[in-house]
């Protein structure tokens, strides 16, 4: 259930900002999709029409982008983190060879002995980094993938089963992402991460453009339907949200788009930041459900875009995860995982709220666009998990 809510004020009710172009824009969506639909296996994931959910929460129309079979690893992080690692073999190439080198030579494999030296690295809570073992199997280089204490055997398996050797460190999400970035410094690896810092923004800028692919083919796949006037984005680190965020802004500014930001509030580091002003840190006590969702660190660049572009920041608890995933299991055959109903059970809380309804402007001429950004990446897990989903069990 909703755990708290702050309405941000410094939205900006102008254009998308030329400076924000550096972090994400509508050209950089453009190559990254020209890229991702030649590789192999490629297909639109599913736009799903919740019609009767929507009928009882009294809204014209709900969107679910389902992610689930997004190629093999059932999660949009596919799209960042393999297109993050084809990125930076071409880049690394065009330095070694002094040449600029074709996404096609790499794929047919013409400088395999030079990218198999290459080690690609990075910490996850096992999407992004399946994604990124994924990429490093598909273009053939090394793969080295930190997870923390909580990360489930199921995810650690599936990005072992991708040929990555993955390392299991105490501490949360942020204390395998230290550690990673200084195993990387001192080993001479490559850290292709969906959080950016300080001296780190080249890789999260392409990930993020891999992210936008989902609304090249959302805007397709609507044909002649209205779009969204409310977006719910589930978030972590932020680089997700801030991609999608950043591409309405800029090509839908007039249609005034709410974004409404949905967080655990275990692991509430954006709203923290949009109460303080400023990009803070929360410390993670206790791990949520949403494991993608457990980060208490924002990214840079997502936070960039997100502090100035989001409506609302919203938080919720475990509580009805569960109930949500079984609810769209049951009702349509929708394979959702934990972070996958954040925003759903955020906008049904939010319908019990009148007050809250009206400030957000969520009536029954409201279309609702919300993203299941992954499917059963542990079976065992999911099934645990819709097997016993009464409240209170997990």
């Given at each position: ?53 929507a ?43 002094g ?56 995810r ?12 299991r460190?105490?501490?949360n ?55 969204p ?34 967080e ?73 995982g ?57």
């Amino acid at each position: 259930m909703l755990t708290e809510h702050f309405f941000n004020r410094n939205k900006l009710k102008t254009p998308y900002p030329k400076e924000l172009k550096k972090i994400i824009s509508l050209k950089d969506s453009e190559l990254a999709f020209e890229e991702i639909n030649k590789w192999k296996g490629y297909n639109s994931t599913p736009l799903h029409f919740l019609d009767e959910i929507a009928s009882e929460l009294g809204i014209n129309e709900i969107y679910y982008k389902d992610e689930s079979p997004r190629f093999d690893l059932k999660s949009f992080k596919a799209l960042g983190g393999t297109y993050g690692v084809l990125m930076f073999i071409q880049n690394s190439l065009k330095k070694e060879i002094g040449d600029i080198v074709s996404t096609k030579d790499i794929y047919s494999g013409k400088y395999s002995k030079i990218v198999s030296k290459y080690t690609v690295t990075t910490a996850t809570d096992g999407n992004h980094g399946r994604s990124v073992a994924f990429g490093a199997k598909l273009f053939g280089c090394k793969c080295k993938i930190y997870i923390h204490a909580e990360v489930s055997l199921g995810r650690k398996e599936a990005m072992e089963e991708l040929g990555a050797k993955v390392i299991r460190v105490s501490g949360n999400y942020d204390e395998s992402v230290h550690i990673c970035k200084n195993e990387a410094k001192s080993n001479g690896w490559y850290i292709i991460s969906d959080t950016s810092y300080k001296g780190y923004t080249e890789y999260p800028r392409y990930i993020m453009a891999g992210y936008t692919v989902m609304i090249k083919e959302i805007i397709n796949q609507l044909k002649d339907k209205p779009l969204p006037t409310h977006i719910f984005l589930q978030a972590g680190v932020g680089s997700f949200p801030g991609a999608i965020c950043g591409y309405f802004w800029e090509r839908f500014h007039e249609h005034d788009i709410k974004i409404i930001i949905v967080e655990s509030d275990l692991a509430g580091c954006l709203i923290k930041s949009a109460q303080t002003g400023k990009m803070s840190s929360v410390d993670i006590k206790k791990e949520t459900i949403m494991a993608g969702l457990s980060c208490g660190e924002p990214s840079l660049l997502g936070w960039e875009i997100l502090k100035s572009g989001a409506d609302y920041f919203v938080t919720i608890n475990d509580d009805l995860v569960p109930k949500t995933m079984k609810l769209l299991l049951d009702n349509y055959n929708i394979e959702a995982g934990e972070s996958s109903v954040a925003g759903l059970v955020a906008l049904m809380d939010i319908n019990n709220d009148q007050n809250l309804k009206n400030k957000m402007g969520i009536n029954e001429q409201s279309v609702i666009l919300l993203f299941g950004t992954e499917g059963a990446t542990d079976l065992k897990l999911y099934q645990s998990i819709i097997q016993n989903n009464k409240l209170g069990i997990i």
